[in-house]
């Protein structure tokens, strides 16, 4: 009776410590979180060789930064959740810091395919007479009768404050979570109308998914005029992240909320699913490292001037 008390307890409190954690690890459990580790690590010094051969290819400072922005995101997340393993009750601010690299991310992606164009001021003597298609995913793609945006240096900066309004405001409204959290208004998971976890959620994915929208305009164009790029699988690899790190995390909570994840002590039920969804990234993250190596790396010739993009 104690013991089932004991357990319905456990399954009631937070995440554990990570001395509670470790206390309780099993071999298997001990071999799994050292193949993790490793991944991670091994994905980590991946990303430094790769920024390394970035820096010495690529002159244009302004085209080196974007592609190192964009190749993290991948090494990043992976970091991110690897420390939440580790420390489980840390996975509230790891998942802040992954969102909010990913967010910098997708408009260093958008700053990267304007780059590959040569500039701005290239890309708008380029397409000129090429308006860009408005009705792209995800929140206008069947909205067919959006008229096309004409290329000029204004339009170009709507596209790129619609990718840097979610860099600066899901940093903010992360910034207002962890107040409340820290007050106790805060609780992760509970999807309710009087829970500020709730509208801050909302927010920050209305602002993601806005800042979708600006991408997929210009990939629209670009997937046409910088196939020597690899913009297509580069683009590919970027979305597998955003849907991995974003989509994923929600399907598991639905399967918390249902009851398919259970508690298994030392883990309630929503921190296990977390430590599912932490697992899974991890891998996820490695292969994304691994095969965007095949894309990233080019045979450089001349100047940026000379050559506009690394293709």
């Not at 995390?249 to 398919?260: E, K, Q, Y």
């Not at 292969?287 to 100047?303: D, K, L, N, P, T």
Request: hydrophobic letters at 45%; proline letters at 5%; aromatic letters at 10%.
């Amino acid at each position: 009776m104690e013991r089932n008390l004991s357990q319905v307890l456990k399954c009631l409190d937070e995440a554990p410590t990570s001395e509670e954690f470790l206390y309780s690890m099993d071999p298997s459990t001990c071999f799994t979180y050292s193949v993790l580790t490793l991944m991670t690590l091994v994905g980590s010094l991946m990303y430094l060789e790769e920024t390394v051969y970035i820096t010495r290819k690529i002159t244009s400072s302004c085209k080196r930064t974007a592609y190192i922005w964009v190749t993290g995101a991948p090494p990043v997340i992976a970091a991110t959740s690897c420390v939440g393993l580790w420390v489980p009750r840390s996975s509230m601010f790891t998942d802040f810091t992954a969102s909010i690299y990913l967010s910098i991310s997708l408009h260093k992606f958008l700053v990267m395919m304007l780059e590959e164009f040569g500039g701005e001021e290239a890309l708008v003597r380029r397409l000129q007479d090429k308006p860009l298609k408005t009705s792209t995913g995800p929140c206008c793609c069947c909205c067919l009768c959006l008229p096309p945006l004409p290329v000029s240096r204004t339009s170009l900066t709507i596209l790129k404050w619609g990718t840097l309004q979610a860099a600066l405001l899901r940093p903010t409204l992360m910034f207002f979570a962890t107040v409340l959290w820290s007050n106790g208004t805060y609780q992760q998971g509970k999807m309710e109308v009087k829970e500020a976890f709730l509208w801050i959620t909302l927010l920050s994915v209305a602002a993601f998914l806005l800042s979708l929208w600006p991408l997929g305009i210009m990939f629209a164009q670009a997937k046409l005029d910088l196939s020597k790029c690899n913009i297509v699988p580069k683009f590919a690899l970027n979305q597998c992240v955003v849907v991995l790190s974003q989509a994923q995390s929600g399907i598991v909570d639905v399967l918390v909320s249902t009851g398919t994840i259970s508690c298994v002590p030392p883990f309630s039920a929503r921190a296990r699913g977390t430590f599912m969804d932490q697992q899974l990234l991890v891998v996820e993250m490695f292969i994304v490292i691994f095969v965007a190596r095949f894309y990233y790396r080019w045979e450089h010739s001349g100047s940026d001037a000379e050559n506009p993009g690394p293709c």
